[in-house]
């Protein structure tokens, strides 16, 4: 049998657990919505998000594939592709409409 005061730092011990994870989960569903500035590369091939839209500067289309682009060499600029409406993230322009670029179009 406890005494009052084990049974109240008990009820302390689990309320303050459940806080805990729900500041955790929180923070996992925050992190979900993280904008696609985090994506931006300068390594790999990515997929246009419009074939009509040509690559940004410093980046070709790969044996005439319409739907890729793909770095010139290291020095290229990191990109990632956007909708029309959003907006680049902090150090990034805007070129075409649909990339996002830390090169200035």
């Given at each position: 049998m406890?005494?009052?005061?084990?049974?109240?730092?008990?009820?302390?011990?689990?309320?303050?657990?459940?806080?805990?994870?729900?500041?955790?989960?929180?923070?996992?569903?925050?992190?979900?919505?993280?904008?696609?500035?985090?994506?931006?590369?300068?390594r790999?091939?990515?997929?246009?998000?419009?074939?009509?839209?040509?690559?940004?500067?410093?980046?070709?289309?790969?044996d005439?594939?319409?739907?890729?682009?793909?770095?010139?060499?290291?020095?290229?600029?990191?990109?990632?592709?956007?909708?029309?409406?959003?907006?680049?993230?902090?150090?990034?322009?805007?070129?075409?409409?649909?990339?996002?670029?830390?090169?200035?179009?």
């Amino acid at each position: 049998m406890t005494n009052p005061q084990n049974a109240r730092k008990l009820l302390i011990g689990a309320g303050l657990s459940l806080a805990n994870l729900a500041l955790i989960g929180g923070m996992a569903i925050a992190s979900m919505n993280v904008p696609a500035a985090a994506q931006g590369q300068n390594r790999e091939t990515i997929v246009k998000p419009n074939r009509a839209v040509a690559c940004p500067s410093g980046w070709r289309t790969p044996d005439g594939d319409t739907s890729l682009c793909e770095p010139m060499g290291t020095l290229a600029p990191k990109i990632y592709a956007k909708k029309e409406k959003e907006t680049c993230a902090d150090g990034y322009h805007e070129v075409y409409r649909l990339w996002c670029s830390t090169k200035k179009p």
